[in-house]
């Protein structure tokens, strides 16, 4: 809580432990995703998600209504595949691999 709003050091403490605050959480998100694509485990969860989320079908649905909650659906799977190539590029040739030995 900031106890006097013109005080410029105190801004910039706060603002500096904000900063190292999202840089810890955004290099646990790191590892932890790092951590779950490391096991075959993990990365069958991560190819059903990305299926399910409908990442490598087609969203266009008979009614309009339909293709809303695909599009939707593939936004979220959009979402994780973006992480997945970001975090773990070579995990995901290794998860598409077994995908294709194991089905």
Known sequence: MLDNPT???EI?????TEAEMARFVEQRAQDDFKWLM??????????GWLSEAG???????????????ACG????GQRLLAQVMERT??????M???HNENG
């Open 7 to 9: 005080d410029l050091q």
């Open 12 to 16: 910039a403490d706060i603002r500096r």
């Open 38 to 47: 490391a096991a075959p485990q993990g990365r069958r969860l991560v190819w």
């Open 55 to 69: 990442v490598f079908r087609n969203p266009f649905g008979a009614t309009d209504a339909q293709t809303a909650f």
């Open 73 to 76: 659906r593939l936004a979220g």
């Open 89 to 94: 590029p070579e995990a995901f040739t290794q």
């Open 96 to 98: 598409l691999k077994e």
